[in-house]
């Protein structure tokens, strides 16, 4: 019989041990319940109908939305719930485009999985008819319409995780789409290109830019020279596509595998990431020093870059100017390798291996650019190697590992942890402790930034100064640290900011599931990895310091930050003039910006101030005022321009007195 | 010398025209409501019956004094019937194609309007902005089927010579 704690599934008691679900209950006795729309991590949603079971006096109840309680009595396989499932999956077929040979995630799709499982062999329904066009207008990720099953995952991921909210259900009933507000492509918006979406999406709905073919176009052209650099969490995560697991040599299969696919050299970016430890830790130690702006944010997460540059303008200048090791390694690679090869740097096509979509955002910013050559030519994620590796029929599980190509093929520890959410901040350590203290440190390990956790705080005692770290991962968790430090409650000196939940390990071009589980193995074996490693700082890479005896100097010098370094700009979000005076006739032109970052500042105010100044002055016909969305100028706002000229220091409280001086005197 | 200003000024300097006094009414529209998401739909009715429509840059303005994200802006207005995201016309005709009007041969009625209204497939406002045309499903004025409402009030047992009276006289107004 039923005892107080206790459900019964299927004629057996399962214990409550704190399952706030019937699906976790249903999973802990051994039975899989499908679902689309079900992740641990996001909120419920109860939409995709598929984990129904018969709860005995309620009839038929969604698992994932229903609280066990003691003495339920629930079946998860009758004829009514099987029939359901079939019908709700062959409504949803009827709705998709059925094109799975030539889809992206064939045989990672959870429908085609969920179709095979129930063994569909019908679906007596028509298929749909409206075609919707795809969406390419981004570098990182391709969004296909028709083939939504809107199960809402990627909605609460940019939502709830990242804090975004790009994605969103529009329109009702048979119409309903998801996407981005107005119609508008992913690529027009403020999207930061984690592909995190992607990575939830349990269909070929959201995948990742695929890059494969112009690799393959520069590997068969013969007047370029191919190379190769593979990010530090790569080598925890190829294997999952051939059962290979952290015993099987992955970098060195990497390196001859992609050599046998045509790559001329194989590289490692732990090397830049080494570089970049140099670099940053010493420009984190100068502001110590001199008063500069702290805490310094991190800025090898091109999403994170991407997010401050449109949510927290007045915190760019609190980002490390560092590059991300993969525009140190283009750079490096474009700048002096080149060179010293006696190549054309167009010649030279660097391609790089990242768990990432937004690197490839990343490669694509102008800046990173020189004369039309873009210092990363191309970017690969995990998934479009793997597809690469299969397509070349190389058979990854048999090659025999090869050693990595120099110069840039030697890793430290430090470099490879970079793939672990804490990694970048546990490398400054490793550095900042000795060059600070000027002796060895004797116990590399700093367990307390280690972990999954969203955001994780430790101090760190240094003989004159105690450190304060905040490790996050999430751009939720970002934003909710970003507050608390704006609100004076919380005081860092460091903070390492990753987009994607436990950092590179989960990004969003990594293999799929890219689950809880398969986060934590990856988190765990990189560690494990950089135990084993020989070096385990950046500052004992030797390769590092021929870099700087060869071609910089020393780390911050003035080459190194022609190479090395970058700098930011406030990103709009939004465009456009929302309110005109129309008066094409007048003399001058006033625009106030009521973008979030102006608004925040009071610029609405400014424009009331404006417009009553104006008519009771009786020059309304003389000016011609305007309210429009953002000009980029967000940290030095609220912007103002008058006849096109940005004026500054305009402010709620003295708005009349400029309205007197600056407007009205020039009418 | 203020107070005379004050007092004189409304009626003698030229106004601020365009869309800034409509603007300025969609701040006053978010204050009187508060920002709370929860008012989002009330907010948008508001700001509709001032603009007619809700305009893109408005529904975004909203959300960034809302401190929401556009799409959760777009979603709800793209939801509800009773926004608009085109321009809508003077007068709005909404034709009945319930059960009762559809098997009287609202069809017929809906043609015949379009035809009129020069509107072709997919456009529902006139190119002079003076008629919008909709589609409802039942007003209840089932005896009169078919039956559609112009401006909020009922016209029954319609056929197309009617229709063209009815538009005709419209336009023969806004003409003057």
Known sequence: MANENTVIINGGPVVIEGEVNLLELVQKAGIELPTFCYHSELSVYGACRMCLVEVKGRGLQAACSTPPEPGMEIETHTEKTQKIRRMVLELLLANHDRECTTCDKSTVCKLQQLSQQLKLDDIRFKNRTKHQEKDLSSPALVRDPNKCILCGDCVRMCSEIQSIGVLDFANRGSDVIVGPAFKKKIGEVDCVNCGQCAAVCPTGAITVRSQMQNVWQAIQDPSKTVVAQIAPAIRVTVGEAFGLGPDAPLMGKMAASMRKMGFDKVYDTCLTADLTILEETNEFLQRLQNGGKLPIFTSCCPGWVKFAEQFYPDLLDNLSTCRSPQQMFGSLAKNYYAAELGIDPKDLYVVSVMPCTAKKFEAVRPEFSKDGVPEVDAVLTTQELVAMIKEAGVRFDEVEARALDMPFGFATGAGVIFGNSGGVAEAVLRYGYEKVTGQELADVDFKVVRGLEGIKEAEIALPEVTLRLAVVSGLGNARELIERIRSGEAHYDIVEVMTCPGGCIGGGGQLLPNNMENRQRRTRELYAMDAGMPFRKSQDNPIVDKIYQKWLGEPNSHAAHDALHTSYGSRRRIKGSIADDNNNDAKLDVSVCVGTSCYQRGSYNILQTFMKEAEEQGLADKINLRATFCYERCNKGPSIKVNGKQVKGVKPDNAVEFFKNNIAKEL | ?176
């Open chain 2, 1 to 176: 010398m203020s107070t005379v200003m004050d007092a004189e000024a409304p009626a003698e300097a030229r106004v601020l025209n365009g869309t800034l006094h409509k603007f300025q009414r969609v701040n006053e529209i978010i204050d009187r409501h508060g920002k709370a998401p929860s008012n989002l739909i009330a907010i948008l009715q508001e700001v509709q019956k001032e603009y007619r429509y809700l305009p893109e840059e408005i529904m975004t303005y909203i959300a960034t004094v809302m401190e929401i994200h556009p799409s959760s802006v777009y979603g709800v207005a793209t939801f509800y019937a009773q926004f608009s995201l085109e321009p809508k016309g003077k007068h709005i005709i909404k034709v009945c194609d319930g059960t009762a009007c559809h098997v009287r041969n609202s069809q017929w009625i809906i043609d015949s309007l379009r035809e009129h209204l020069h509107l072709k497939q997919g456009e529902h406002t006139t190119r002079d902005m003076i008629f919008t045309f909709e589609t409802v499903a039942c007003i209840g004025a089932c005896a009169l089927a078919p039956a559609m409402m112009l401006d909020g009030e009922i016209y029954g047992q319609l056929t197309p010579d009617k229709i063209k009276e009815i538009i005709d006289k419209i336009v023969a107004e806004e003409g003057e």
